[in-house]
């Protein structure tokens, strides 16, 4: 079909699906945490810089991943464990305020002038708990909030919100970092935009646990979760290629050293150039809900993914490497798509608070030990054969992840939906539902 009318239909089919927005409860955290983001980047990209600033080494800026590491993992864990046995509206919004707390701390120690790496470090720790509970939090409530169907859709809007706040957060950072006092300025104004996703937290209904969960969190329920991923290979390939992409392909921790050397310290474009190509993905994403092989497309946009690093790792002029950064993002957003889809559809509601705690670990995790392995390797070599041999290790490491897992492989996003086939997502849901007033209002369309 041409013409007009063809064109709009063209449009339509691969525009963003933004039915999930007319459930306000999820329309309100979409836009907590997209303007949140913006904040959270402003810090993102200011403890690096200002690591850098002090120690002028890529190796101590590689430490601040490790640092915020450890705590992720735990907390990643445990905090998802919780998350199944309590009411994840209240976790969410305890963790976030903890969070907004460490944001203060970062703040006040720049305010006082400590100038000390190591108070940096620790406060990194702390807020790698902190998030890491709040995101095992906010994962698993997604799915209560929507319907089963409207799950893909869902993580594209909540991805593509984030990003464009990853987006505007590091160029306003690279814009304040390089101001006398600009440190303490990247600091506050996270602080005051964080109180969005405060907000949007305070707001959500009650969502208590599912019948079928465990009574209480310990060692035993984590332990449980972890079983759950180790017998699915679905699930596991999905994380086995997360890592492989974030620990080889991730070149952040180098972006301070490498703007200096080439671009005369203008770090923000790199910082935001990931995001600006996820932005972009996630606005043509319309055609990302209709794959049914997405083991198949996963591989695919990690394959992106690390070609896209490698060649962003080879320019000398910035516009270039900004471009294939943004390239590299795109494939980025195509992936976490069909990972946290592939999660969400494939395990059943008791799980989901655990499930999204092994997520957290892998997602967020990932990138720091990506930046640990990056600043290590750029500290013992060069900067230019830790960004492109990174990439390029990434595509071959996946290359062989995926095709050992034949389930992987032939995994059907429709097939997993169809009731009486495992696992049997839709009908735990409709009992959790239909169990909880406040979920049906918060469901319920504009």
């Given at each position: 079909?041409?013409?007009?009318?063809?064109?709009a239909?063209w449009?339509?089919?691969?525009?963003?699906?933004t039915?999930?927005?007319?459930i306000?409860a999820?329309?309100?955290q979409?836009?907590?945490?997209?303007t949140?983001?913006?904040?959270?980047m402003?810090?993102?990209v200011?403890v690096?810089?200002q690591?850098?600033?002090?120690?002028?080494?890529s190796?101590?800026v590689?430490?601040?991943?490790l640092?915020?590491?450890?705590?992720?993992?735990?907390?990643?864990?445990y905090?998802g464990?919780?998350?199944?046995?309590?009411?994840?509206r209240?976790?969410y919004?305890i963790?976030?305020?903890?969070?907004?707390?460490?944001?203060l701390?970062?703040l006040?120690?720049t305010?006082?002038?400590?100038?000390?790496?190591?108070?940096?470090?620790g406060?990194?720790?702390?807020?790698?708990?902190t998030?890491?509970a709040?995101?095992?939090a906010?994962?698993?409530?997604?799915?209560?909030l929507?319907?089963?169907?409207?799950?893909?859709?869902?993580?594209?809007?909540?991805?593509?919100?984030?990003?464009?706040?990853q987006?505007?957060?590091?160029?306003?950072?690279g814009?304040?970092?390089?101001?006398h006092?600009g440190?303490?300025?990247?600091?506050?104004?996270d602080?005051?935009?964080?109180?969005?996703?405060?907000y949007?937290?305070?707001?959500?209904?009650?969502?208590p646990?599912?019948?079928?969960?465990?009574?209480?969190?310990?060692?035993?329920?984590?332990i449980?979760g972890?079983?759950?991923?180790?017998?699915?290979?679905v699930?596991?390939?999905?994380f086995?290629?997360?890592?492989?992409?974030?620990?080889?392909a991730?070149p952040?921790?180098?972006?301070p050293?490498?703007?200096?050397?080439?671009w005369?310290?203008?770090?923000?474009?790199?910082y935001?150039?990931i995001?600006i190509g996820?932005?972009?993905?996630?606005?043509?994403s319309g055609?990302v809900?209709?794959?049914?092989r997405?083991?198949?497309?996963l591989?695919?946009a990690?394959?992106g993914w690390?070609l896209?690093?490698?060649?962003?790792g080879l320019?000398?002029?910035?516009w270039?490497?900004v471009l294939?950064?943004a390239i590299?993002g795109?494939s980025?957003?195509?992936?976490?798509?069909y990972?946290?889809?592939m999660?969400?559809?494939?395990?059943?509601?008791?799980?989901?608070g655990?499930?999204?705690?092994v997520?957290?670990?892998?997602v967020?995790g990932?990138p720091?030990l990506?930046?640990l392995?990056?600043?290590?390797?750029?500290?013992?070599s060069?900067?230019?054969?830790?960004?492109?041999?990174?990439?390029l290790?990434c595509v071959?490491?996946?290359?062989?992840i995926?095709?050992?897992?034949?389930?992987?492989?032939?995994?059907?996003a429709?097939?997993?939906?169809?009731?009486?086939q495992p696992?049997?997502?839709?009908h735990?849901?409709?009992?959790?539902?239909?169990?909880?007033?406040?979920i049906?209002e918060?469901?319920?369309?504009?």
């Amino acid at each position: 079909m041409t013409g007009p009318a063809g064109q709009a239909s063209w449009l339509r089919s691969h525009a963003i699906d933004t039915e999930p927005l007319r459930i306000p409860a999820f329309r309100r955290q979409v836009m907590g945490q997209g303007t949140s983001f913006i904040g959270s980047m402003l810090t993102a990209v200011a403890v690096p810089v200002q690591v850098y600033d002090l120690s002028h080494s890529s190796l101590q800026v590689g430490l601040v991943g490790l640092f915020g590491f450890g705590p992720l993992v735990i907390f990643g864990l445990y905090g998802g464990a919780v998350a199944d046995v309590v009411d994840r509206r209240t976790m969410y919004f305890i963790a976030s305020l903890a969070t907004w707390v460490v944001t203060l701390a970062l703040l006040l120690q720049t305010i006082l002038g400590l100038d000390s790496v190591g108070v940096i470090l620790g406060l990194v720790a702390v807020q790698g708990a902190t998030f890491a509970a709040a995101a095992a939090a906010r994962g698993a409530i997604v799915p209560r909030l929507v319907a089963p169907e409207q799950i893909p859709a869902a993580n594209l809007l909540t991805t593509t919100a984030t990003n464009i706040g990853q987006v505007a957060g590091p160029l306003i950072a690279g814009f304040l970092v390089t101001r006398h006092n600009g440190f303490r300025y990247a600091y506050g104004v996270d602080a005051v935009l964080f109180t969005c996703a405060l907000y949007a937290a305070l707001r959500l209904p009650r969502i208590p646990p599912d019948k079928n969960s465990a009574t209480r969190a310990g060692l035993r329920s984590v332990i449980d979760g972890l079983q759950f991923i180790a017998t699915r290979p679905v699930l596991l390939v999905s994380f086995a290629v997360d890592i492989a992409a974030m620990v080889f392909a991730m070149p952040r921790a180098l972006f301070p050293e490498v703007a200096a050397d080439r671009w005369h310290g203008q770090v923000g474009p790199l910082y935001a150039s990931i995001a600006i190509g996820a932005v972009l993905a996630g606005l043509s994403s319309g055609w990302v809900g209709r794959v049914r092989r997405q083991g198949v497309a996963l591989t695919g946009a990690v394959i992106g993914w690390g070609l896209a690093v490698a060649a962003a790792g080879l320019a000398h002029q910035l516009w270039l490497a900004v471009l294939f950064l943004a390239i590299a993002g795109a494939s980025d957003l195509v992936s976490s798509v069909y990972r946290q889809s592939m999660l969400q559809t494939y395990a059943p509601d008791e799980m989901r608070g655990r499930m999204q705690g092994v997520f957290i670990v892998v997602v967020a995790g990932g990138p720091r030990l990506g930046d640990l392995r990056a600043g290590a390797t750029a500290a013992f070599s060069s900067t230019a054969v830790s960004w492109v041999g990174g990439g390029l290790v990434c595509v071959a490491v996946v290359v062989v992840i995926a095709l050992l897992s034949r389930p992987f492989w032939r995994y059907d996003a429709k097939a997993a939906l169809v009731p009486g086939q495992p696992p049997p997502v839709v009908h735990t849901i409709t009992e959790v539902i239909e169990a909880d007033p406040e979920i049906v209002e918060a469901r319920r369309p504009d």
